[in-house]
């Protein structure tokens, strides 16, 4: 049975810094591609940040690059990001999926959930002004 167990959410105040962590049992996150996605209150899930199979390429969105790094830790099966300079504005229930490695036509297109085929549940961050 595959599960992604996120950690490390918590109330932080804007400026400040969180790192989450996913944990997966049940597959390699080795061979596949990670990424972290985040919901607030009454908006859409966002791409948040992504990282591949191979060679640790990453990718984020606008609204955090510079600010968080998504990174992995293979002998831990566990995928982390590293959120610095935290604004208001980055609530949300953040979430760990991750989706197949390897070469596919056309692209994979981390800011689709639709490519992914595992979830966690999810942590809440809170980021007071």
């Known amino acids: 049975q595959v599960q992604l167990v996120e950690s490390g959410g918590g109330l932080v105040q804007a400026g400040g810094s969180l790192r989450l962590s996913c944990a997966a049992s049940?597959?390699?996150?080795?061979?596949?591609?990670v990424a972290w996605f985040r919901q607030a209150p009454g908006k859409d899930r966002e791409f948040v940040a992504g990282?591949?199979?191979?060679?640790?390429?990453?990718f984020y969105a606008d609204s955090v690059k510079g600010r968080f790094t998504i990174s992995r830790d293979g002998t831990k099966n566990t995928v982390y990001l590293q959120m610095n300079s935290l604004k208001p504005e980055d609530a949300a229930v953040y979430y760990c999926?991750?989706?197949?490695?390897?070469?596919?036509?056309?692209?994979?297109?981390?800011?689709?959930?639709?490519?992914?085929?595992?979830w966690g549940q999810g942590t809440q961050v809170t980021v007071s002004s």
């Open positions: 999926t991750s989706g197949p490695g390897g070469f596919r036509p056309g692209g994979f297109r981390y800011s689709d959930q639709g490519e992914y085929d595992y």
């Open positions: 049940g597959l390699a996150f080795s061979n596949r591609r």
């Open positions: 990282i591949r199979s191979s060679g640790g390429v990453t």
